[in-house]
Structures are given as structure tokens and as C-alpha cells.
């Protein structure tokens, strides 16, 4: 072999490592993407449990609909550490008030076939509204920032 056929199999051994470089890098990147996704879909899933297992416990106990109401709203801003003060927050909980009730009329049917407004449509719809209106998830809300302490040794 001369100089140069052994410069010319170098330099294909060069790309051939840089695209293998490349496309691991990019596998890489795809992967933590991926990741993040189901962390956030994980995250979101049983944040929405607790919210309505919340939302549950308060609301189907009520005698009437207004009762539902006026625990479920209660209940919704103890979640979201809110109080209701601003006139953005009286408008989300307004706009998930249908969420509210229609828990509310599916624990006050005793036939399961009876039409009452499905829970997970009336949440899906709010979801909706809330990421077009405020730019965000509305679970994202719901996001502890957890604080890290420094270390102390005794």
C-alpha cells in the first residue's frame, strides 16, 4: 500500500467514525426527548388521579348540585394552592365548573347507562381550552419544585 490509497482509507475510516458519531449523538438526543415525554406523561396522569380522586371525595358527598359545586371549587383551589382572588383564577375555575359537575351527576346516577356528561371528555375539553388560552398544560399548575438542601454533616 502507498501513501496515498492508506491517506484515502484514513480518511473514509475518519467519516465513517464522525457519521457513527453522528448518529449515536442524535439516537442520544432522541432518547432523553422520548424520556422527558413519558416523565411528563407519567407526571401529568397521576396528577390528574389525585385531582379527581380529590375532587371525588368532595363533590359526591354534596346533597344538590350547588353544594357539588361549591366543594368541588374549594377543593380545586386547595389543590392548586390558589385562592381564587384574581380574576384569571375565577376564570379557570369557572371553565372547569362542567368538570365539577359532571363528577357530580355521575355519582348521583344509579344506572351506569343513564346520560349524564362524561368526567374525562368535560376534563379533556378544559385541558384543552386551558393549553390554547394560557400557553400552558393545565397540569403544570400542579408542578413541585422540589428544594434541595445542602448537606449537614452532625
Do not use: C
Amino acid at each position: 500500500m502507498t501513501a496515498k490509497p492508506a491517506d484515502n482509507y484514513i480518511r473514509e475510516l475518519e467519516q465513517v467514525a464522525q457519521a457513527a458519531n453522528v448518529a449515536e449523538e442524535a439516537y442520544r438526543n432522541e432518547a432523553m426527548r422520548r424520556i422527558r415525554e413519558f416523565e411528563q406523561e407519567r407526571a401529568f396522569a397521576f396528577r390528574r388521579l389525585n385531582l379527581l380522586r380529590s375532587l371525588s371525595s368532595a363533590v359526591l358527598a354534596a346533597k344538590d348540585q350547588e353544594e357539588a359545586a361549591a366543594h368541588g371549587t374549594t377543593a380545586l383551589l386547595r389543590e392548586l394552592n390558589w385562592t381564587g382572588a384574581s380574576d384569571p383564577q375565577r376564570e379557570v375555575v369557572n371553565r372547569f365548573l362542567p368538570v365539577i359537575t359532571a363528577l357530580w351527576q355521575t355519582g348521583q346516577s344509579e344506572d351506569a347507562a343513564a346520560e349524564t356528561p362524561s368526567v374525562a371528555a368535560e376534563l379533556s375539553d378544559f385541558e384543552k381550552w386551558f393549553a390554547t388560552n394560557r400557553n400552558a398544560p393545565f397540569l403544570s399548575l400542579m408542578e413541585v419544585e422540589i428544594q434541595e438542601l445542602p448537606l449537614v454533616e452532625v
